[in-house]
């Protein structure tokens, strides 16, 4: 039976990324079928609603999401909606890899990879007891980490590292001063990694961990961390690297995952069909890893790194002259 995905085209940059990653992903014929349902500012402009029902039950049923980025209309409902899709399915897990690639303006060009595990539900940002004192003058917040949530993250970093063939794991912390939180998380981690023996682990201090990301970024393979951390590192981690127009993320819980862009809706260069798709199509590179089609994902990894190595037809973000269109087109045809 063919497998069916919820495809959001979303908004800005959106549409014109996904129509060319679903180009390039019927040209490595992955045979998926597609329901293409709206979230954000297009669903907001048709039904009044952000995350309207029909998607969200798209995404129940389907399981799997590909989505390109959603813009939030500033002052209404919710404040993202990406993180109500993360808590609404419990994708617990997000997962960006920072791949060196050729001709990427990187300072990184090469010996970068690395993969960060974000915890994506706990923490600062799950927004609990958010509140300002009357006079303004206070501002508070709880911090709540969990037993549960941190063994499921740190034993999914494990479980990614053995899968992928990875070698070690980096616990990422700040629990010599957030030592409830942080030390909870470190001892937690703690004990999962002695499950792993087979894969080597070792412990830095948040800050630490991004100087030495900035200097040595090459002694890094998986990094696991809480949520706040996770989406700083991340980022620093995608700067090593050529930037946002390269950097995926999937977001994963047991029933659902959504597959993505790091990058937002990029309005400054939407509907002039400049915008890189490489990102989004690292999210389907991804998507295709989770639905056990590593020799489909590998495929389309390559395509990528061997157009991003000649300068093939590559976006202005990268220096080139290409289009959305013309740089898919460059990919598609080194599929092989
Ligand atoms: P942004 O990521 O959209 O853009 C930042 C800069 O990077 C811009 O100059 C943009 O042109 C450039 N850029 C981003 N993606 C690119 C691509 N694929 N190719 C070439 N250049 C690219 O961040 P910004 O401007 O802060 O946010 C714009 C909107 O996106 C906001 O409404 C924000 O809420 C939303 N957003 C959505 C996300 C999501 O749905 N996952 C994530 C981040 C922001
Ligand atoms: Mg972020």
Do not use: W
């Not at 329901?35 to 049923?61: C, H, N």
């Not at 992928?164 to 957030?178: E, P, S």
């Not at 290409?322 to 740089?327: A, D, H, I, P, V």
Request: charged fraction near 20%.
């Amino acid at each position: 039976m063919k497998t069916t995905i919820a495809v959001i085209r979303g908004d800005g940059i959106g549409p014109e990324i996904m129509d060319a990653t679903l180009r390039v992903l019927d040209a490595l014929g992955v045979g998926l079928d597609y329901e293409f349902v709206d979230a954000g500012l297009a669903a907001y402009e048709k039904t009044g609603e952000l995350l309207p029902q029909a998607t969200l039950d798209a995404i129940a049923r389907h399981r799997i999401a590909l989505k390109s980025p959603l813009t939030t209309p500033v002052g209404e409902g919710f404040s993202s909606i990406n993180v109500e899709l993360r808590r609404r399915f419990d994708l617990y897990a997000n997962v960006r890899p920072a791949i060196s690639f050729p001709n990427t303006r990187s300072r990184f060009p090469e010996n970068v990879d690395l993969i960060t595990v974000r915890e994506n539900t706990e923490g600062a940002y799950a927004g609990e007891g958010q509140q300002v004192s009357e006079d303004g003058a206070t501002a508070t917040l709880v911090q709540k980490i969990t037993r549960r949530g941190s063994e499921r993250i740190v034993r999914y970093a494990f479980d990614l590292a053995v899968r992928t063939g990875r070698r070690k794991v980096t616990i990422v912390h700040k629990a010599n001063i957030l030592k409830s939180t942080s030390g909870l998380f470190l001892k937690v981690a703690r004990e999962v990694a002695a499950q792993y023996p087979s894969i080597q682990c070792n412990e830095l201090i948040v800050d630490n961990c991004c100087m030495q990301l900035v200097m040595k970024p090459e002694q890094f393979d998986v990094i696991v961390t809480t949520n706040l951390f996770g989406d700083i590192i991340s980022d620093l981690c995608a700067g090593l690297v050529g930037g946002l127009g390269l950097a995926p993320g999937a977001n994963i819980g047991t029933d659902a995952a959504i597959f993505e862009a790091v990058h937002g809706s990029a309005p400054d260069i939407a509907g002039k069909g400049i915008a890189n798709p490489c990102a989004l199509l690292l999210g389907a590179a991804q998507m295709l890893d989770h639905l056990q089609r590593p020799e489909l994902a590998t495929r389309l990894r390559a395509a990528i790194r061997a157009t991003l190595a000649a300068a093939d037809r590559l976006t202005p973000d990268l220096g080139g002259q290409g289009t959305t269109t013309s740089f898919a087109e460059a990919i598609a045809s080194r599929l092989g």
